[in-house]
């Protein structure tokens, strides 16, 4: 059993930076079996999509319309991820959800909301 909890959501300016982090609690072997985290997003009226995610080993993977942008990283010994978001624009708000992959099955944060102004 894992738990994921979601911080660093605000409001800023277009063209302003945010940090994101996740940070997974739970039992040592539970959270030694995550694989991947990422981030994921929802604006209102939109499905859930994918930001960006990392794998255990460091690799990256970002979606287009961030890339250049935003930056995932990991900090394996804390249990958490972290979102860089640079050149924010208005199309990024949205309620960011942290995730991670573990052996079986997907454990989800309680989301956190960037509102990035215009």
């Known amino acids: 059993q894992v738990q994921l909890v979601e911080s660093g959501g605000d409001l800023v300016q277009a063209g302003g930076s945010l940090r994101l982090s996740c940070a997974a609690s739970?039992?040592?072997?539970?959270?030694?079996?995550?694989?991947?985290m990422g981030w994921y997003r929802q604006a209102p009226g939109k499905q859930r999509e994918l930001v960006a995610y990392i794998t255990r080993g460091g690799s990256l993977n970002y979606s287009d319309s961030v890339k250049g942008r935003f930056t995932i990283s990991r900090d394996n010994q804390k249990s958490t991820v972290y979102l860089q978001m640079n050149s924010l624009k208005p199309e990024d708000t949205a309620v960011y959800y942290c995730?991670?992959?573990?052996?079986?099955?997907?454990?989800w944060g309680q989301g956190t909301q960037v509102t990035v102004s215009s």
């Open positions: 739970g039992s040592i072997f539970s959270i030694n079996s995550i694989n991947n």
């Open positions: 995730n991670a992959q573990g052996l079986i099955k997907a454990y």
